[in-house]
Structures are given as C-alpha cells and as structure tokens.
C-alpha cells in the first residue's frame, strides 16, 4: 500500500485545515487508517483512528474539533479539522494497517504517507 497525503499549511488559531489521504496498492477489505502528528521536538502520537466500517477513535487531544472520514470507493483518507489551536501544530501522517496491527502500535502498520505540515500561528 501505498499512502500520499496532503493539505497541509498554515492557518491562524481557530480556522479550519482538511488533511487528505490517498492510497494505493493492495488495499485490504478490513484495513484500518488513522492520522498521526509529530510536533517539533516531542514524539509522534496518535490523532484519529477509522475502520473500514467507519469506526472512529479519537485522543483526547483533539476530540470534538477533528473528524475523521474515509472514503471507500476512491481509498481516501480525510482529516477535517476545525478551531485550530497553536498546539495542533505538527508534521500530520497517515497510516494504514490491519486491525491487529493497529492494537499493536505504530511499529506494526504496514505503510505511512509522507507527512503534512499544519502550522498554526496564534
């Protein structure tokens, strides 16, 4: 599989970003995608979370101004993100990985877009 994201930039505190993601490849039928974030200095962490089936899982950090969607039938990956804070600041990455894969960390997905640059200046 094969992953590139985009939609990154730069937005003031409180506006609106939409992060996409496109994959490619041999797609499982039970694939499970998600969003992480690695800001300056600080070790990557997980943002958002949907299966195939659109189960959503979210941190806490950013429940209620994030939404994460998929998009089956064109293997796309959104992240909409709304009151954005300084802190959301961050390289944004997605991945892919089974369902096991998931529930064994981030070592264990089995592919990774490029990443996305979001920067928000309050």
């Known amino acids: 599989v094969q992953l590139q994201a985009c939609g990154g930039g730069l937005v003031q505190a409180g506006g609106s970003l939409r992060l996409s993601c496109a994959a490619s490849g041999s797609i499982s039928s039970t694939n499970v995608m998600g969003w992480y974030r690695q800001a300056p200095g600080k070790r990557r962490e997980l943002g958002a979370v949907?299966?195939?089936?659109?189960?959503?899982t979210y941190a806490d950090s950013v429940k209620g101004r994030f939404t994460i969607s998929r998009d089956n039938t064109n293997n796309t990956l959104y992240l909409q993100m709304n009151n954005l804070k300084s802190e959301d600041t961050a390289v944004y990455y997605c991945?892919?990985?089974?369902?096991?894969?998931w529930g064994r960390g981030q070592n264990a997905l089995d592919a990774w877009g490029q990443g996305t640059l979001v920067t928000v200046s309050s």
């Open positions: 991945a892919n990985g089974s369902p096991t894969g």
């Open positions: 949907i299966t195939r089936g659109g189960s959503t």
